[in-house]
């Protein structure tokens, strides 16, 4: 069965720190892009990050919301992908949500270029 399993969400205060953890069984994450997704309460699914690997190297991007607060990662040997997430906000709290999709080059915010999914991951951000 394909599939991605999410971890590591909960409840942090404003400024504090979550990692979030997206694990793939029955294919190999290291030869797709990965994307991290969030959706908040009345809002739009909106993109955060993605990773693209290429011939040429790749691309990594964030969201102008996030930048410079998180960070995605791969560890390629544990079929795992990360989401680090840093100096967290209350407008970070949302379902978080990680992606796999078969392209290697353009934007990665884009929901129909994934074809798999994770179940999603609750992020709350409250003092």
């Known amino acids: 069965q394909l599939q991605l399993v999410e971890s590591g969400g909960g409840l942090v205060q404003p400024g504090g720190s979550l990692r979030l953890s997206c694990t793939a069984s029955g294919f190999t994450l290291g030869g797709y892009a990965i994307g991290w997704f969030r959706q908040a309460p009345g809002k739009e699914r909106e993109g955060v990050s993605f990773?693209?690997?290429?011939?040429?190297?790749?691309?990594?991007n964030y969201a102008d919301s996030v930048k410079g607060r998180f960070t995605i990662s791969r560890d390629n040997a544990k079929n795992t992908v990360y989401l680090q997430m840093n100096s967290l906000k209350p407008e970070d709290t949302a379902i978080y949500y990680c992606?796999?999709?078969?392209?290697?080059?353009?934007?990665?915010?884009?929901?129909?270029?994934?074809?798999?999914w994770g179940q999603g991951t609750q992020v709350t951000v409250s003092s």
């Open positions: 992606a796999a999709g078969a392209f290697y080059y353009g934007s990665g915010y884009a929901s129909a270029r994934y074809d798999y």
């Open positions: 990773s693209c690997i290429s011939s040429s190297g790749g691309v990594t």
